[in-house]
Nanobody, 114 residues
């Protein structure tokens, strides 16, 4: 059974930085393209970033700058978020890029507010 565990979320001021993490089996990360998603109550999970692309546009000044990183050896995904804006607030999850997704983990809450 696939277990995904996100962590590192916090309350950060606008303009701040945060790195969130997701742990999984190293073998899973080596064999399955993974991605970061953002979920806001009442909405669908929105794709945020994959190894090859960031879907919260890096030039989108409304949310900030996002960098996808992964360490296959430790089975850890990271999402580096810089120059955060309030519009980036949400609960962040990792999961497979393609569907069907694995069971969703607990997510980690990122709140950008002064």
């Amino acid at each position: 059974q696939v277990k995904l565990v996100e962590s590192g979320g916090a309350l950060v001021p606008p303009g701040g930085s945060l790195r969130i993490s997701c742990t999984m089996s190293p073998n899973l990360l080596r064999t399955t393209p993974m991605a970061w998603f953002r979920h806001i109550a009442g909405e669908n999970y929105a794709l945020v970033a994959t190894k090859d692309a960031v879907f919260i546009n890096t030039l989108d000044s409304k949310k900030g700058r996002f960098t996808f990183m992964q360490s296959a050896g430790t089975g850890t995904l990271y999402l580096q978020m810089d120059d955060l804006k309030p519009a980036a607030t949400g609960r962040y999850f990792c999961n497979s890029l393609s569907t069907p997704h694995f069971q969703w983990g607990p997510g980690t809450q990122v709140t950008v507010a002064s």
